[in-house]
Every structure is written in structure tokens, then in C-alpha cells.
């Protein structure tokens, strides 16, 4: 199953693995005009996310396109220690990665 899905992101052949506090959406977009396919997004901690809309606004980045330029394929990284804040959390991030 793992190989159909990363035929499903379309095989990327670079991907840009995530830095800490440096992959916000201005790098990634950069990054994607060199070709890379596939990128991940800072890490998020999972428990503020999962119940504060301006943190989710302030810490997720990719909720539209920007002048035309779609930022997918896109991995979200959640940190956290509790399994049901980690899935509301990624709840709200499913539609858009």
C-alpha cells in the first residue's frame, strides 16, 4: 500500500524534508519552482491546534492557494503525547493536506 500512495502524490522524485522554524509556505513555494514535488510543513503541536483557531490560523499556512500556486502535495507533522487531541487535530488538517 505505501508504494500506491506515493503513486497517489505522483512518484515525486524531490522532496523538501521539514526544518524547524523554515519551512513555512514562501520556502516550500520556492522550493516547488526547482522542481521539488513534495513537501512537509513545520512541525504543528497537536493540542493547541486541535482547539484554538487563531493557532491554527497563525501555525497552518496552506489552508488556500496563493497567487495561483497550489502548495501540494503537502505533509502535515503534528506533534503530541494524547491520540484523541492528535486525531481532532488532524481532523482539521485533512482537508487540506
Excluded: N
Excluded at 509556505?25 to 504543528?44: D, E, Q, S
Excluded at 494524547?82 to 488538517?93: G, S
Amino acid at each position: 500500500w505505501a508504494w500506491q500512495w506515493w503513486e497517489s502524490l505522483g512518484s515525486p522524485k524531490w522532496v523538501c524534508s521539514p526544518m524547524i522554524d523554515q519551512s513555512e509556505r514562501a520556502f516550500r513555494l520556492l522550493c516547488r519552482r526547482y522542481g521539488v514535488g513534495l513537501a512537509y510543513t513545520p512541525m504543528i503541536h497537536a493540542e493547541p491546534f486541535a482547539v484554538d483557531e487563531g493557532y491554527r490560523k497563525t501555525y497552518f499556512d496552506a489552508w488556500t492557494p496563493v497567487d495561483g500556486e497550489d502548495d501540494r502535495p503537502l505533509i502535515a507533522q503534528l506533534g503530541g503525547d494524547d491520540p484523541k487531541t492528535m486525531l481532532q487535530a488532524a481532523h482539521h488538517l485533512e482537508p487540506y493536506v
